[in-house]
């Protein structure tokens, strides 16, 4: 148990519309990043937030955004979703813009 | 940016056995982490190991950072040990860079 919550567990979709994932660090981390991992592979770096600014960003298009709140929990969206955006999203929970170090159970967005 | 390959890519154990996971890694790196990703996807930080030697009960990891290479240690291999292993080294401070991992099964 690392203390990194995520919300919802499972999420189904149709192409084109909008998604919002939220995840909760853990006590204490001030540092929140997103990775996308398709069935399969690694996972891949989206973004980072580190005290309410992003402050990073890996090689994936505009539709996806976030934020983070006064309280360091983030929200990922992504608009117009594609067929290719079926994967199970992680956010990781860290302190000082450091990488991060302790994952969340995952979201597991289907796309049909 | 910083490239990771793990080998082998599967590996299938009879309980009680011993294994060696290989993690090389492209640039020189300052850290490095192995985690284990169980059967429902969540991925549990297993070492933080920038060099030397580490272990945790029947894990343990050895970092070589001038040879860019890390191995993971599983010995007395029991079935909760099944899933995936992922090295993964920070690529511009702040992102983590995975490899493809090692898909471990442990057979009863």
């Known amino acids: 148990e690392t203390g990194v919550t995520q919300s919802p567990t499972h999420l189904i979709k149709t192409r084109g519309q909008q998604v919002t994932l939220r995840c909760s660090s853990q006590?204490?981390?001030?540092?929140v990043s997103w990775y996308q991992q398709a069935l399969g592979q690694g996972p891949q770096f989206i973004f980072q937030?580190?005290?309410?600014?992003?402050?990073g960003r890996g090689n994936f298009p505009p539709r996806f955004s976030g934020l983070q709140f006064p309280n360091y929990s983030s929200e990922l969206n992504v608009n117009a979703l594609e067929l290719d955006d079926s994967a199970l999203y992680l956010c990781?929970?860290?302190?000082?813009?450091?990488?991060?170090?302790?994952f969340g159970p995952g979201t597991r967005l289907t796309v049909l | 940016g910083i490239q990771v390959e793990q080998s082998p890519p599967d590996l299938i154990l009879q309980e009680g056995a011993n294994s060696t996971l290989r993690c090389n890694f492209s640039?020189?790196?300052?850290?490095l982490q192995w985690f284990h990703q169980n059967p429902w996807g969540q991925l549990i930080n297993l070492f933080y190991?920038?060099?030397g030697t580490k272990q945790n009960g029947r894990l343990s990891a050895t970092t070589v950072a001038t040879e860019r290479y890390s191995l993971l240690y599983i010995s007395s291999s029991q079935t909760t040990d099944s899933g995936v292993y992922f090295c993964?080294?920070?690529?511009?401070?702040?992102?983590?860079?995975f490899g493809a991992g090692t898909t471990v099964t442990v057979r009863a």
């Open positions: 990781a929970s860290s302190s000082g813009g450091l990488p991060g170090r302790y």
């Open positions: 006590s204490g981390h001030n540092t």
């Open positions: 937030y580190y005290r309410e600014e992003e402050n």
């Open positions: 640039d020189s790196v300052n850290n």
């Open positions: 190991i920038p060099s």
């Open positions: 993964a080294v920070p690529f511009n401070d702040y992102k983590l860079s």
